[in-house]
């Protein structure tokens, strides 16, 4: 069995992140299908084939998160795509969630799906390759929402696939996605943010999940897609990591961010602006759409495009590189450099920055005794919480 720890800090190595390429088949094939592709299983293994064959795509990627239509495909060369993976020195990951379906009693919320039989697949995907997973919760901004109830649900159903995870030697990556859908302010997504990691880190310790051996995919706190507010990266960093620093102990394996439906190249500001901040966490990607759609545009379907759709690739990949390691953006994307290996969990060489870090534990007594009666109390400790980072970071 594959040591956990060994693999977040492989997937946390220095100036890499993970590549999210687990869109399931309807998802992607209406991707193709937008960027005028036939939307058919050999069109989305040869996508996926464009993608993890980029030459020097280890450069700045760790691991690459695939679905299991994927992961049981071949590339041309006859291995299996995590074989190929492994051949190149990245990590296969495997979606393993069904889906988020509407969470009864809560009109217009979600619970993400795909418990039963959990316990077997990972056993299976582990022998297949797989040495960390992906499960995805989704929580809504909007009227009266998110509601308490949908964020235990979701929680819950995330700590106990974190688990079984754990028991299997797979690394689980903990998604907890606060929507970018809407008009909602930074300020609404901060405080949807902190309440959502109170209820994922409540139930984790509950269910007895060890947090360094998770790797936390949270959202940036952004302003909704439809709002008229504009943030800075710096203002998106500092509400960020106040966020998180209310919330997320100080053990948890490392934190990589999605990039939600953000432009690449707002998402890969933000990013540079987080991680120039301190944090107690190593901190990366975990950008689906901010690496791979300018790739899908460039590539179009047509085989002898796919160098086009690897350069689009290795220049975000690239650009995010450059973002966590402070260089600057490299301009051509074929040349990824490397960058020098950093003690995982360090973070002792990011630059002096001026935010304030929150003791979490001490400030979280409700996480030791977490469930059901203590929402209520951990609703008003959340916002209290919230409302005293951003006084201290003048927000
Ligand atoms: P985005 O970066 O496109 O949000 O995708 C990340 C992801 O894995 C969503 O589950």
Request: hydrophobic share 45%; charged share 20%; with cysteine.
């Amino acid at each position: 069995m594959r040591d956990l720890n060994r693999t977040v800090a492989e997937l946390m190595a220095r100036g890499k992140g993970v590549l999210a390429a687990d869109e399931s088949i309807a998802t992607m094939s209406s991707r193709l299908a937008d960027a005028g592709v036939a939307p058919t299983g050999d069109n989305r293994r040869d996508y996926r084939e464009m993608l993890v064959t980029t030459p020097g795509l280890s450069q700045g990627v760790s691991g690459v998160i695939l679905c299991d239509e994927t992961f049981r495909q071949r590339v041309s060369g006859g291995a299996t795509f995590p074989g190929a993976l492994a051949d190149i020195g990245i990590l296969a990951g495997i979606k393993v969630d069904s889906g988020a379906k509407p969470l009864a009693g809560q009109p217009g919320e979600k619970v993400t799906e795909g418990l039963d039989g959990l316990r077997d697949r990972l056993a299976a995907y582990a022998a297949l390759g797989a040495s960390f997973a992906k499960w995805r919760a989704v929580i809504d901004i909007g009227d009266g929402r998110p509601s308490w109830r949908a964020l235990r649900a979701n929680a819950h159903a995330l700590a106990r696939y974190a688990a079984l995870c754990q028991e299997a030697g797979v690394v689980p990556i903990v998604e907890p996605e606060v929507l970018m859908d809407g008009a909602h302010t930074l300020d609404r997504c901060a405080r949807a943010t902190v309440a959502t990691l109170m209820a994922v880190f409540a139930e984790l310790q509950d269910v007895g999940v060890r947090l360094d051996a998770i790797v936390l995919k949270p959202n940036m706190v952004v302003p909704g897609a439809k709002s008229a507010e504009l943030a800075t990266p710096d203002e998106v960093a500092r509400a960020t990591l106040s966020a998180l620093h209310t919330i997320v102990p100080e053990e948890t394996g490392g934190v990589a961010f999605l990039s939600g439906g953000q432009p690449p190249e707002r998402a890969t500001a933000n990013l540079a602006a987080i991680r120039a901040l301190p944090t107690p966490w190593p901190v990366t990607f975990s950008f689906g759409r901010a690496l791979v759609d300018p790739a899908l545009a460039a590539w179009r379907g047509e085989p002898d495009r796919a160098w086009a759709g690897q350069r689009a690739l290795a220049q975000r990949v690239a650009a995010c590189s450059g973002a966590l390691t402070g260089a600057a953006a490299a301009a051509a994307g074929d040349v990824l450099t490397i960058p020098a290996p950093r003690p995982v969990n360090g973070g002792t060489d990011r630059p002096g920055a001026k935010l304030r870090l929150a003791p979490v534990r001490a400030k979280l007594p409700f996480l030791k005794t977490s469930g059901a009666a203590n929402g209520a109390r951990a609703w008003r400790h959340a916002h209290a919480a919230a409302a005293r980072q951003r006084r201290d970071h003048g927000r």
